[in-house]
């Protein structure tokens, strides 16, 4: 069976979803993470090593505050429902983007997710929050600057070398990405780790993705061709 190690999704559709249900944008958020559980344990079921998730981009500060800051207890809320069965599952926390801009309480929680889940070996649950792939690469190649002034790096290093500096540094590059809600934008996500994968588009927003949608997702990755740039053996 086709291995698909790294699954990518841009969560898309929470606030049109829980207005449909004639609910607040924020009941949407809330619902979506309560999914981001039901997903990871999907995921980890189906084979999947690396689940990179998308839960708040460097734009979605232009949100309102509410919105923003209803966001932003979210991880508090969730880890405190999940933590314990995340560690039991073999769950291991991973966070992108630059945490250090987050209200210091979010941080602290990611932080926390992290630390305790640090030994575990089994599904590697990443979430990228305040996270912008340029932003990622333009960090990356100023950090790699200093380190070649710094006679640290080689100045001639290949893409494998460049990949260290980057808030991946320790994932595979990504085989599936999925965006859920219809829209077909890549959204400043993962830019140079998704140079070879899979796209998918779904018409579900985040909160109906249900385990079998994922399935669905899954199978039709297995059914694409994958070359690498190369031609059908
Ligand atoms: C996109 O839907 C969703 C977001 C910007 C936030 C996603 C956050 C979560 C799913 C919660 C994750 C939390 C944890 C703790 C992992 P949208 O608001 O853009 O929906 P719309 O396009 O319908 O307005």
Known sequence: MKECRHVAIIMDGNGRWAKKQGMPRTAGHLAGADNVRTIAIKASEMGVEYLTLYAFSTENWKRSKDEVSYIMKL???FFKKYMQEFIDRGFRM???????ALPPETEKVLHEAEEESKNNTGLSLNIAINYGSQR???LAARHYAQDVRDGKADPMID???FEKYLMTKDFPPVDLLIRTSGEQRISNYLLWQIAY???EFVPEAWPEFTPQVFERCLQE???RDRRFGGVRQ
């Not at 991973?94 to 250090?100: A, K, P």
């Open 197 to 199: 994968a899979e796209l």
């Open 159 to 161: 893409e494998a070398g």
């Open 136 to 138: 990622e690469i333009l």
């Open 75 to 77: 991880p508090g809320v």
């Open 94 to 100: 991973r966070m992108l983007g630059e945490l250090d």
């Open 221 to 223: 990755y297995r059914n």
